[in-house]
């Protein structure tokens, strides 16, 4: 167990609403990633983080912002949720020598 | 900018047989992951391949990588069923900083 943890799990809202995941960690990694997975795309970076405060795009970064004011914590926000951000989002953390990614469990969210 | 591509995106086997996932890629990379999802769930790493020529196996999967080729393959022999699931490929882009992945290959094994 890679000490991940994602919250919410699930969440429903409404097209125009301000929404915020939340990615913890516990082993002080540095590297943090947030991932969209929609069908017949696969996983798409969103954001990713290098360090505190040190963040970066992905390929689909529109729409999406990140913070990461301490290290355990990186935040994905829609500032305005639209229904093409409904999607399963995953978080992850790079560890080990081979810099693996190990993931959260994901956040399924649904914008109506 | 690093491509992904993995073929085919889906695959109906039938139980016992062998059959082998393709991932190729468009820029020089040196490692090259593997991961299985199953319905509902997160992703699982299977295999890490770090250099031209590793092979790596794991039951009934085995992974190898030739990166003059720029093609990682996941070979399955003797499907059963549990091996159901997603398998991505995926490298690290150019300046290190993001795991870049293949769409997927969707593995349905039936009797």
């Known amino acids: 167990d890679a000490g991940i943890t994602q919250s919410p799990r699930h969440k429903v809202t409404e097209t125009g609403t301000p929404v915020t995941l939340r990615c913890h960690q516990t082993?002080?990694?540095?590297?943090m990633y947030w991932y969209r997975q929609d069908p017949g795309h696969g996983l798409r970076l969103i954001h990713y983080s290098y360090g505190v405060k040190d963040t970066d795009k992905g390929e689909v970064s529109d729409g999406y912002s990140v913070s990461r004011s301490k290290t355990e914590d990186f935040l994905l926000t829609l500032e305005s949720a639209t229904s093409s951000q409904t999607s399963v989002y995953f978080c992850?953390?790079?560890?080990?020598?081979?810099?693996?990614?190990?993931f959260g469990s994901g956040t399924q969210l649904s914008v109506l | 900018e690093l491509k992904v591509e993995q073929n085919p995106l889906f695959l109906s086997m039938q139980e016992g047989k062998n059959y082998t996932i393709y991932c190729n890629y468009s820029?020089?990379?040196?490692?090259l992951y593997w991961y299985r999802q199953d319905p509902g769930k997160s992703l699982e790493s299977l295999f890490v391949?770090?250099?031209?020529?590793a092979v790596k196996q794991e039951g009934r999967l085995m992974a190898s990588l030739d990166t003059k080729a720029r093609l990682s393959t996941l070979h399955i022999t003797a499907a059963v069923h549990d091996l159901s699931a997603t398998y991505f490929c995926a490298l690290f882009n150019q300046a290190g900083t993001a795991l870049i992945f293949g769409k997927g290959t969707t593995l349905s094994v039936s009797s």
């Open positions: 820029t020089t990379s040196d490692r």
């Open positions: 082993e002080n990694h540095r590297y």
């Open positions: 391949l770090l250099s031209n020529g």
């Open positions: 992850a953390i790079r560890e080990g020598t081979n810099e693996k990614l190990f």
